[in-house]
């Protein structure tokens, strides 16, 4: 039986990492396999439940944006199709049920250890800084900007990847100093050109991508694009029929999430660290409906669940 929603895999492969959503295997010297589970976080905390179809939604959704991108844009993906994944690993074959959806075979590349985020709008990390110093990533801006505000051109805005807690930005300096001054400008110029191709496909569709963060690493001299792509895990998911600058815009997507863990804090319930409180069913099923009316909206087609091997709705 097929599983819409799925916490944890345990697969005959090497673990390589336990993120925070994603289990990743490797596959052999030259493949990886990312398996995007069900679980979510909210407030940096991961939540006890799974997200039916949430998995499946993140990987579907990278897959679409890369088959979209202009070919000049290496990736790392190789398949997302369950049935491909397995005839290229005939040792996942008794695994169908907990990949189904959700798995990616990809190339292993080297990973270029910067979190390449871009902005497009101004909020989180990079209004509390503007507010205090003017600046975004200590590059002065224009004056005057509200929360919420559109860039133009979008920002990059780089981060390292911090094994604990929050990642901390980092200036253009010093990702040169990290990893030279050609790979830090492609580094740009593929990030940039890849959200800026987000933000204008999504926005007509009825979601503003107000951020995101790109991943890049090395395979055969080459610089790929890895990881998830133009997600609602990797970026900030804004609906477009509200959005309004001057103030915090609701997240397309966590929302129904947030504002129950927010109810949860004030009532004493929850101090908000692990563990989480138990998600009610219809928390969990208002977050399943926006993830994949996030789907729904970008592709213009519903998460075909019969073709994916995914289980009716429930
Ligand atoms: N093609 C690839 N080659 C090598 N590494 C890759 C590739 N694609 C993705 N990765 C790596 O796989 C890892 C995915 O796991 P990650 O820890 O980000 O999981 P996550 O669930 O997104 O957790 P978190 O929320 O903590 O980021 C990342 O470290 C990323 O750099
Ligand atoms: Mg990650």
Redesign the pocket.
């Known amino acids: 039986m097929s599983q819409a929603a799925l916490l944890q895999t345990d697969l005959p492969l090497p673990l ?9 295997y490797d596959v052999d010297a030259d493949h ?1 396999l ?1 398996v ?2 069900d ?1 979510i ?1 909210a407030f940096d905390v991961v939540m006890s439940e799974a997200i039916p179809y949430k998995g499946a939604v993140l990987t579907q959704l990278t897959a679409w944006w890369l088959a979209q991108l202009p070919a000049d844009i290496p990736h ?1 993906l190789i398949t997302a199709d369950t049935d491909e994944i397995i005839e290229a690993v005939p040792a996942l074959a008794p695994y169908h049920a907990a990949l189904a959806g959700r798995s990616m075979l ?6 270029v250890p910067i979190e390449c985020v871009i902005r497009g709008y101004i909020t989180g990390s990079a209004w509390k800084e503007y507010q205090t110093s003017g600046t975004l990533a200590g590059e002065a801006l224009a004056a005057g900007l509200r929360e919420s505000d559109r860039l133009d051109p979008p920002i990059f805005s780089p981060a390292t ?1 911090a094994e604990t807690g929050h990642d901390e930005n980092i200036t253009i300096g010093t990702v040169i100093e990290r990893v030279g001054a050609d790979t830090a400008a492609t580094l740009e110029r593929l990030a940039r050109t890849v959200y800026e191709f987000g933000r204008a496909t999504a926005e007509p569709r009825g979601i503003i991508v107000a951020d995101t963060k790109f ?1 890049f ?1 090395w ?1 055969d001299g080459t610089l ?1 694009l ?3 792509v133009l997600t609602p ?2 970026s900030r998911f804004w609906p477009a029929g509200s959005y309004a600058p001057g103030r915090g815009q609701p997240s397309f997507d966590k929302q129904p999430l947030r504002d129950w863990l927010d109810v949860q804090r004030k009532a004493g319930r929850w101090n908000g660290e692990a563990p989480a409180p138990t998600l009610p069913p219809e928390v969990i099923r208002a977050t399943s409906l926006r993830y994949r009316d996030a789907f729904l909206r970008l592709t213009g087609a519903p998460l075909d669940l019969a073709r994916l091997g995914l289980p009716a709705d429930q």
């Open positions: 390589a990492r336990r993120g925070k959503v994603r289990d990743v990886l990312l995007t589970t679980r976080s790392h990809t190339k292993k590349a080297e990973v990847k991943e690493g395979r790929l890895i990881d998830e895990d990797s």
